[in-house]
């Protein structure tokens, strides 16, 4: 268990910085194919933290508003959801989040907030209904965990990268279809242009592929911290099993809210898309948590 931790928290490193090397070959490519200076890549990294900050300050109550979530809830609402949630913090000494109920049949929750302090956590009715008291702990368990992770901070970081290479792609483009065609340095030496529009065009792609493995790895991270916390690594297993099993979809899932969710919110049902979640396959993360020893 804590080789998963750890070893989940060196991948996260290995690629933030991947991706922060990509930047620079980004930048090689602006240098070899256009005529923007240094000053365009830190405006394209203002304007994409200016869009980060939004959504780190307020993502949090969008995510609620989107999931069509009723709350917060107190505890004579909701007793056993709270006095779960309520000893999940204790033993983990972090402050109790605002909870949430989705009415949605589905079986799913997720977390949000920039850090403990200003947190909530969302619980489909499905998962209350249908979930035993060991699997509903480990997927809260999972969720408090993201937050005390503070994934939340980590995914901003990565969102304005994401950012910075979708808004200097898209500049380089429109420069090269509507810029000069005499440009000398533009047209020096063709194989420097020929990688530089290859590197250019793909940017978007390789960009949003990162995005998607960071989260995965916090997934990951998050599976083996709430396992830490409850100590009973089949209870989530379990968890994990019955969401698979439901194959229908959230009604109110949204691609932008995607990724905070325990499960991908869109349904189990084998396809093509898979490849482009931002969760990993529920059957990998099954296994990694039946192997884990407490």
Not at 143 to 155: C, F, G
Request: positive net charge; charged residues 20%.
């Amino acid at each position: 268990m804590y080789s998963q931790i750890a070893a989940n928290k060196r991948k996260t490193i290995l690629l933030v910085g991947l991706f922060v090397i990509f930047m620079i070959g980004l930048g090689w490519a602006i240098g070899k194919f256009g005529n923007f200076g240094p000053g365009s890549i830190f405006l394209a990294a203002i304007i994409s933290i200016v869009m980060a900050l939004f959504s780190y300050y307020s993502g949090d109550k969008m995510a609620i508003m989107t999931s069509g979530a009723r709350g917060p809830i107190q505890k004579t609402d909701n007793p056993y959801l709270w006095r779960l949630v309520e000893n999940l913090c204790i033993s983990n000494g972090q402050p109790m989040p605002k909870l949430y109920i989705i009415p949605d049949p589905a079986i799913n929750a997720f977390a949000t907030g920039r850090d403990p302090k200003h947190a909530s956590v969302a619980v489909t009715q499905g998962a209350l209904e249908k979930l035993e008291n060991e699997e509903l702990e480990g997927v809260l368990a999972h969720e408090l965990s993201h937050v005390k992770n503070y994934d939340i901070r980590v995914m901003t970081i990565v969102i304005v990268l994401v950012g910075t290479v979708s808004i200097l792609a898209d500049w380089m483009m429109r420069a090269h279809l509507f810029g000069s065609r005499g440009d000398r340095d533009r047209n020096s030496n063709p194989i420097f242009a020929i990688i530089a529009i290859v590197l250019i065009l793909l940017s978007p792609i390789i960009a949003e592929i990162i995005k998607l493995a960071v989260s995965r790895r916090r997934e990951y991270l998050a599976d083996a911290s709430g396992v830490l916390l409850t100590r009973f690594p089949e209870g989530l297993a379990r968890a994990l099993e019955k969401i698979s099993a439901d194959t229908r979809p959230l009604a109110r899932a949204h691609t932008a809210t995607a990724h905070l969710y325990i499960a991908n919110p869109f349904g189990s049902k084998k396809s093509l898309s898979n490849l482009f979640s931002t969760h990993p396959p529920v059957e990998d993360r099954i296994q990694k948590l039946r192997t884990m020893g407490v």
